[in-house]
Antibody
């Protein structure tokens, strides 16, 4: 069975950074890219970017360019999202999601990680 | 960016009744060279991540009940519930995965 398990909730102050992990199992990690999507309270789902789990190359949404970094630890089958210079508008649930195999379709999702940014 | 717009924002349907949700993209999501339409539908229940229901505009994912169906082409798409069940109460999102950034509709809340 395919699972994506994310790290726990975080509370950060404005200006800080947060790093969320997404541990995968049930498939070969480097065969499927990982997407990151966030959902602010009452807002639509917002795609942040994509990381090739084999080569590590990334595509970031222009909205987050300069603040977002997606990385991986292949030996641990884990992907990471780091978001810096946090502001209150970054308060959201952050999801990792597996790419189905090259088409940018997301087929399996993590449970989500709540990040609260508050002074 | 491709803007995805759903209608209605919310929908109340009687058990067993048919229901439809519409989704319109601001640009085509059809790759004519591959004859593939990059449109997906997701279901999201409270406190859960989105669940993929339909990909390629009309392909139902494994395990998804056949009362769910997707249709449409180009820029206009529909998700249809042939007979609404209590467990279908959720938020539904369409998404285009044709062009970066991937974008989602605003969601449609389905209630009984």
């Amino acid at each position: 069975q395919i699972h994506l398990v994310q790290s726990g909730a975080e509370v950060k102050t404005p200006g800080a950074s947060v790093k969320i992990s997404c541990k995968t199992s049930g498939y070969s990690f480097n065969r499927n890219a990982i997407h990151w999507v966030r959902q602010a309270p009452g807002q639509r789902l917002e795609w942040m970017g994509w990381m090739n789990s084999d080569k590590g190359n990334t595509i970031y949404s222009q909205k987050f360019q300069g603040r977002v970094t997606m990385t991986k630890d292949t030996s641990a089958s884990t992907a990471y999202l780091e978001l810096s210079s946090l502001r209150s508008e970054d308060t959201a649930v952050y999801f990792c999601a597996r790419d189905d195999g090259g088409s940018y379709l997301t087929d399996f999702w993590g449970q989500g990680t709540l990040v609260t940014v508050s002074s | 960016d491709i803007v995805m717009t759903q209608s209605p924002d919310s929908l109340a349907v009687s058990l067993g009744e048919r229901a439809t949700i519409n989704c319109k993209s601001s640009q085509t999501v059809l790759d004519s060279s591959k004859n593939k339409t990059y449109l997906a539908w997701y279901q999201q229940k409270p406190g859960q991540p989105p669940k993929l229901l339909i990909s390629w505009a009309s392909t139902r994912e494994s395990g998804v009940p056949d009362r769910f169906s997707g249709s449409g082409s180009g820029t206009d798409f529909t998700l249809t519930f042939s007979s609404l069940q209590a467990e279908d109460v959720a938020l539904y999102y369409c998404q285009q995965y044709y062009r970066s950034p991937l974008t989602f509709g605003q969601g449609t809340r389905v209630e009984i």
